[in-house]
């Protein structure tokens, strides 16, 4: 069974960082497209970053300059790296893994196209 397991959640202040791990198990070829869409409090989900099997990463213009995804195929590990965390940046942050190569691979597109999630990892920060 594929699982999808974050950690590395916390509360920051402002101008701090904080660094996701995504760690994946349970299959045999890895997903075409990994993400880490986030939902923060009252409003949808929405895309923050994605990233193809190829290396190719896409992110939402909010976070482009102070996120970066990154992904060790080694390990089954998707990370997202946040800097310069803003009070806007508070959400849960998921997992996304699409093995399906029909959408393309970006920060929106996976939100639609994923199989599979984590169950988030809590990101707050505060002014």
């Known amino acids: 069974q594929v699982q999808l397991v974050e950690s590395g959640g916390g509360s920051v202040e402002t101008g701090g960082s904080l660094t996701l791990s995504c760690t994946a198990s349970?299959?045999?070829?890895?997903?075409?497209?990994m993400g880490w869409p986030r939902k923060r409090p009252g409003q949808n989900r929405e895309g923050v970053a994605a990233?193809?099997?190829?290396?190719?990463?896409s992110y939402a213009d909010s976070v482009k300059g102070r996120f970066t995804i990154s992904q060790d195929a080694a390990k089954n590990t998707l990370y997202l790296h946040l800097n310069n965390l803003k009070t806007e940046d508070t959400a849960m942050y998921s997992c996304?893994?699409?093995?399906?190569?029909?959408?393309?691979?970006?920060?929106?597109?996976?939100?639609?196209?994923?199989?599979?999630w984590g169950r988030g990892a809590q990101v707050t920060v505060s002014s």
């Open positions: 990233i193809h099997n190829d290396g190719t990463a």
């Open positions: 349970g299959y045999i070829r890895g997903p075409h497209c």
């Open positions: 996304a893994a699409d093995w399906l190569p029909g959408l393309p691979c970006d920060a929106d597109t996976v939100i639609a196209g994923a199989q599979k």
